[in-house]
Nanobody, 125 residues
Framework: VQLQASGGGLVQAGGSLRLSCAAS????????MGWFRQAPGEEREFVAG????????YYADSVKGRFTISRDNAKNTVYLQINSLKSEDTAVYYC???????????????????WGQGTQVTVSS
């Protein structure tokens, strides 16, 4: 199983980025997908999650209204559109996969089975 995250970069405050996570080696449509992030010196935190079908999405309060998670099961890819970036969004962003036949989007990282390598997002003020 491999999750390949991409799309990070250096962006000015107020800007946008679109992160992608391409999955291989698993039946992608059977997995709940999540995005997490970890800033320097901080613990990893849940950012967003999405049902297997894409029918429902969940967000951390700190990103609601600015971040949008989506998925394309035909392409085995999950996305995170990040708008109105703030300096506090600076972090390494990780995608993660959780097998679940009930579409439970856990906010606990330990509940996810597979992780991508992370992509750095840096916001300059």
């Amino acid at each position: 199983v491999q999750l390949q995250a991409s799309g990070g970069g250096l962006v000015q405050a107020g800007g946008s980025l679109r992160l992608s996570c391409a999955a291989s080696g698993l039946t992608f449509r059977s997995y709940v997908m999540g995005w997490f992030r970890q800033a320097p010196g901080e613990e990893r935190e849940f950012v967003a999650g999405i049902w297997r079908s894409g029918g429902s999405t969940y967000y951390a309060d700190s990103v609601k209204g600015r971040f949008t998670i989506s998925r394309d099961n035909a392409k085995n890819t999950v996305y995170l559109q990040i708008n109105s970036l703030k300096s506090e969004d600076t972090a390494v962003y990780y995608c993660a996969a959780r097998w679940d036949d009930r579409d439970y989007v856990s906010r606990a990282g330990n509940d996810y089975f597979y992780w991508g390598q992370g992509t750095q997002v840096t916001v300059s003020s």
